[in-house]
């Protein structure tokens, strides 16, 4: 026996350890189960909440459903309390009345007993009770019948306590026993539950006070409700039914009408974005003679109208371009004649007298400025007309650069500005149309050379992993923001009143944009007045990349390299400088050489100081 003992604990402990074990398994599974089941929840909740915000029609059904079925709630369960307060009352009544007779009934039955002895009493009891219980098909009612307690008087033919299919007094509510108990004749009630073979029933207990033989009883009718509440169950699920199919059919017009509303309306979206998009002969259907049939009509009417705004329009504009396109082409030859004229007159000048020679000269200068602006329509009319093309190659932006400052050395000379040029790299390989890009930087080295007043010119190189920027920043007049906005407008001016002592023509910069353009690149302007103004041009290094963000910013903090102020190039073109001047000649930057050929024009002031540029995202 001590064996069998002893090994009880251990096998407990094996239960226990293999209970452990199946719960772990379970609580996996159930983790596992809502970790599979948590995304669809996301990804169903995402889906009607994006179809909520993109959908008028499935935002109206579903917030008619809602509030349906908050009404059909609300409604149903006020009219299901209702129903059931009336047929509890009814059923109140009918029991307080029924109970008021068979209490009297069994009361002068007790009264008018001629019984001696004992089993007399408990036959008569009994018989009196089942009578009162209207034993037949279905019981009426049940019964307890239950001697007061702690009674002084004594007890004479004594009977044992009495109740109908086998309830015990345990099924009277304590507060219905004390208030019969402590009352005199008066009746009362309470709700309760009692057990008819295996379940539980409701039921309405009302008790009295009888006497028999000086002893006082306790008795208790218990009426049946089940019926009651089996019809108040079937209302309820007609209310629940009917409820559900109105909601459907609520929900079936709401669908039904907002689609008549709304398709109209989408369809109007649809036809609006085609008309977007250049389908100018998009129309929308009308059918009838309502409000939303005069909307399309209207809608309609106005695309017609601004179909025909908008060919007149772009005809015009051929009409302009093919005339300028026309023009240009006929003014090159009595051009060239004219120019002819003009240099040989302008090599001839010394033989003539002053007036002569000064005129000779205006001459020359305003028929190479005419030929200029010749050369720049003529590219305009062919960005127009779709033309330009792309001859892309890889080149190093950097020698390009330097080519530029190069030609540039007697512009910056005479205007007595000192140009540098600021790169972390050696060599910037990017796939590009060398002819246009050095004609971008061109115009903006010279823009910026006219404007410096003889401040210093600063242009930064940089790249990243998808684009190289070149940023030509001066230090002289400025511009506002609303200009640097209208900066690539055709013939735009500042200030009308400003010469163009460079020879301008007013389309440089528009020539940039579009040579910008073609390249997916970025060509922007920013400005300040009194401190100056950056050109920042951005390019992807390689066709068909899309640029994320520029390597320099366009707002400078003035002249910075990014990624610290380690090595670097610089390239200096300035005036030249009296011989004592020249212990202040600049030096290349650590680590860095001045490119060969491209010494300083001479000595001059050192560069401003080079700080790190942070890489910022934009959009132009």
Same mark, same amino acid.
């Given at each position: 026996?001590?064996?069998?003992?002893?090994? +009880?604990? *251990?096998?407990? %402990?094996?239960?226990? =350890? $293999?209970? &452990?074990?199946?719960?772990?398994?379970?609580?996996? !599974?159930?983790?596992?189960?809502?970790?599979?089941?948590?995304?669809? +929840?996301? *990804?169903?909740? %995402?889906?009607?909440? =994006? $179809?909520? &915000?993109?959908?008028?029609?499935?935002?109206?059904? !579903?917030?008619?459903?809602?509030?349906?079925?908050?009404?059909?709630? +609300?409604?149903?369960?006020?009219?299901?309390?209702?129903?059931?307060?009336?047929?509890?009352?009814?059923?109140?009544?009918?029991?307080?009345?029924?109970?008021?007779?068979?209490?009297?009934?069994?009361?002068?039955t007790f009264d008018g007993a001629q019984v001696t002895d004992q089993s007399s009493v408990i036959t008569l009891v009994y018989d009196t009770l089942n009578a009162v219980e209207g034993r037949g098909s279905v019981i009426q009612r049940r019964y307890v019948f239950e001697a007061m307690p702690e009674q002084t008087k004594p007890r004479n033919r004594w009977v044992e306590s009495r109740a109908s299919d086998q309830l015990t007094v345990s099924v009277i509510p304590p507060e219905l026993r004390k208030a019969v108990q402590e009352s005199g004749k008066d009746q009362f009630w309470a709700s309760t539950e009692f057990p008819v073979g295996t379940e539980d029933r409701p039921g309405i207990a009302v008790g009295n006070k009888v006497t028999f033989n000086g002893t006082v009883y306790e008795l208790y009718l218990i009426y049946d409700l089940n019926t009651a509440q089996k019809t108040l169950d079937e209302i309820q699920n007609v209310l629940l039914a009917g409820g559900a199919v109105l909601v459907l059919i609520i929900g079936a017009i709401a669908w039904y009408v907002t689609r008549n509303v709304v398709s109209p309306v989408s369809h109007a979206a649809v036809v609006s974005e085609k008309l977007a998009a250049g389908q100018l002969q998009e129309r929308m259907v009308v059918k009838g003679e309502d409000e939303v049939a005069r909307l399309g009509a209207s809608f309609n009417h106005m695309a017609a109208s601004l179909q025909e705004q908008i060919t007149q329009l772009a005809t015009l504009s051929q009409m302009q371009q093919r005339f300028v396109s026309d023009v240009s082409h006929e003014l090159r030859t009595p051009l060239t004649t004219v120019r002819m004229a003009a240099e040989v007159l302008y090599d001839a000048r010394h033989d003539f007298d002053p007036i002569n020679k000064r005129s000779a000269e205006l001459l020359y200068n305003q028929v190479e400025r005419f030929q200029s602006l010749l050369a720049d329509l003529l590219e305009i009319s062919r960005f127009d007309a779709g033309v330009a093309m792309l001859d892309a190659e890889p080149t190093d932006i950097l020698q390009l650069v330097a080519k530029v400052v190069e030609d540039a050395g007697p512009v910056a000379a005479e205007y007595g500005s000192q140009v540098?040029?600021?790169?972390?790299?050696?060599?910037?390989?990017?796939?590009?149309?060398?002819?246009?890009?050095?004609?971008?930087?061109?115009?903006?080295?010279?823009?910026?050379?006219?404007?410096?007043?003889?401040?210093?010119?600063?242009?930064?190189?940089?790249?990243?992993?998808?684009?190289?920027?070149?940023?030509?920043?001066?230090?002289?007049?400025?511009?506002?923001?609303?200009?640097?906005?209208?900066v690539f407008d055709r013939f735009w001016r500042a200030d009308p009143a400003r010469a163009r002592t460079t020879g301008g023509s007013g389309l440089g910069l528009s020539i940039a944009a579009e040579d910008t353009k073609l390249h997916n690149g970025w060509l922007q302007a920013w400005g300040s007045k009194g401190t100056g103004s950056n050109f920042r041009l951005t390019l992807p290094l390689r066709q068909g990349e899309v640029i994320s963000k520029s390597p320099l910013q366009l707002e400078p903090a003035d002249v910075e390299l990014p990624g610290g102020s380690g090595q670097g190039t610089m390239l200096l073109l300035g005036t030249a400088a009296s011989p004592a001047d020249s212990t202040d000649a600049p030096v290349p930057a650590p680590g860095g050489d001045a490119r060969p050929g491209m010494e300083p024009a001479g000595p001059s002031a050192a560069p401003p100081h080079a700080q790190p540029a942070a890489e910022t995202e934009e959009t132009p």
């Open positions: 026996m001590a064996g069998v003992f002893s090994d +009880v604990p *251990f096998r407990t %402990r094996i239960w226990l =350890r $293999r209970a &452990r074990i199946v719960g772990l398994r379970v609580a996996r !599974l159930v983790r596992t189960g809502l970790l599979r089941l948590l995304p669809g +929840v996301r *990804f169903l909740l %995402r889906a009607v909440h =994006r $179809r909520w &915000r993109r959908s008028l029609q499935f935002r109206t059904v !579903l917030t008619t459903l809602l509030l349906s079925i908050g009404s059909f709630a +609300v409604v149903g369960a006020y009219l299901s309390n209702q129903i059931a307060n009336n047929l509890f009352q009814e059923r109140l009544t009918q029991a307080e009345s029924e109970t008021l007779y068979n209490v009297k009934q069994v009361q002068d540098t040029i600021n790169s972390r790299d050696e060599s910037i390989v990017v796939e590009m149309d060398d002819r246009r890009i050095e004609r971008i930087l061109r115009n903006l080295v010279l823009n910026a050379l006219e404007h410096s007043e003889g401040n210093p010119v600063n242009i930064s190189v940089a790249a990243n992993e998808t684009a190289v920027a070149v940023a030509v920043r001066d230090h002289g007049i400025g511009m506002t923001q609303s200009e640097a906005a209208r």
